[in-house]
């Protein structure tokens, strides 16, 4: 939903924006096509490798007197608002986040993000440092390690899954993306030769890990909370979510400016909100999801920050 996603900004030529989740640099490629002079696009990624990665058109988006500036951050997202200070922008007509692990994570057997490649346990988006998906498959206790299967892959057997995986890291140290795939299969078996159910409750143990390794909904929490006090009147905020956590986090605070979607009123009834939303659930075309399956669990929301005074939306 690259297009839909742009569109949404109402991007201004000389407006400065930032693009949370460069990832392979092609938000950001659009965005920068919209500028001219006066405007400024910030980029965040904590992967290096995003950048190493990015068009060569993101890489020369400074050239020419005319050029928009383009900057670079490498730096988790939680981190906008710091950065934003260190760099002197207190406000921005746009902020941008694509959640969805991108292409180059899943897709490099080394990341270990995937169960289709065998690979080190790792999955953390900044390899510079923290723990890695085996430090927790192998370290938490069986109680914290179901919560967090609970929690971040909703798998209602979260339990029992737990207590076979601990039993089998207690045979040997589970290590790499296959060892834990046997763990969670009961017996060792070719990628090829699983079956949907199984499919489903790996890619759902996977998502667990790769949250808690990477704390995304606590970043999630903080980026929006920054975004907030970074727009500018009338400055939008058009985020992509691809799973039912960080989509609720999102839907609660774009239409009540909390994470918890608390409704607050004024003396007369009336709803208080910094919001005014723009794209409630936009999701991707049947055409778009043939030419990419990746695109089925996408959601594009989009709200356009109130001005001072003007969050009053009515009983």
Request: hydrophobic share 40%.
């Amino acid at each position: 939903m690259l297009r839909e996603t742009i569109e949404s900004l109402n991007i201004r030529p000389d407006g400065t924006y930032v693009d949370v989740t460069f990832g392979g640099g092609g938000h950001s490629g659009a965005v920068l096509s919209r500028l001219g002079k006066g405007g400024r696009l910030f980029a965040f990624d904590r992967d290096i490798d995003a950048y190493a990665n990015a068009p060569e058109v993101i890489r020369q988006a400074q050239d020419g007197a005319d050029a928009p500036v383009f900057t670079f951050v490498h730096s988790d997202f939680r981190y906008l608002s710091q950065w934003m200070d260190f760099y002197g922008v207190d406000k921005a007509d746009g902020v941008l986040a694509d959640l969805g692990v991108s292409f180059h994570h899943f897709d490099t057997a080394e990341r270990g993000f995937s169960f289709r490649f065998e690979g080190p346990l790792d999955m953390r988006m900044n390899r510079n440092g923290g723990k890695t998906a085996a430090d927790i498959v192998n370290t938490y206790a069986e109680e914290d390690f179901a919560r967090v299967l609970y929690m971040y892959g909703e798998l209602k057997q979260s339990r029992p899954l737990a207590k076979r995986i601990v039993r089998k890291r207690e045979q040997s140290p589970i290590l790499t993306t296959e060892e834990l795939v046997e763990a969670v299969v009961g017996k060792k078996v070719a990628i090829e030769n699983l079956n949907t159910l199984q499919k489903k409750e790996l890619t759902l143990v996977f998502q667990a890990l790769r949250i808690e390794v990477n704390d995304e909904l606590g970043a999630l929490r903080d980026m929006l909370e920054a975004a907030l006090q970074l727009l500018a009147p009338s400055g939008r905020l058009a985020v992509l979510t691809y799973h039912s956590l960080e989509d609720r986090l999102v839907k609660n605070f774009m239409r009540s400016g909390n994470m918890e979607g608390k409704i607050e009123k004024d003396f007369y009834g009336n709803i208080r909100t910094p919001f005014h939303l723009i794209e409630k659930g936009l999701t991707a075309s049947e055409e778009e999801v043939a030419n990419n399956p990746r695109a089925r669990s996408a959601k594009l929301r989009v709200a356009e920050k109130l001005g001072a005074g003007t969050g009053i939306t009515g009983k």
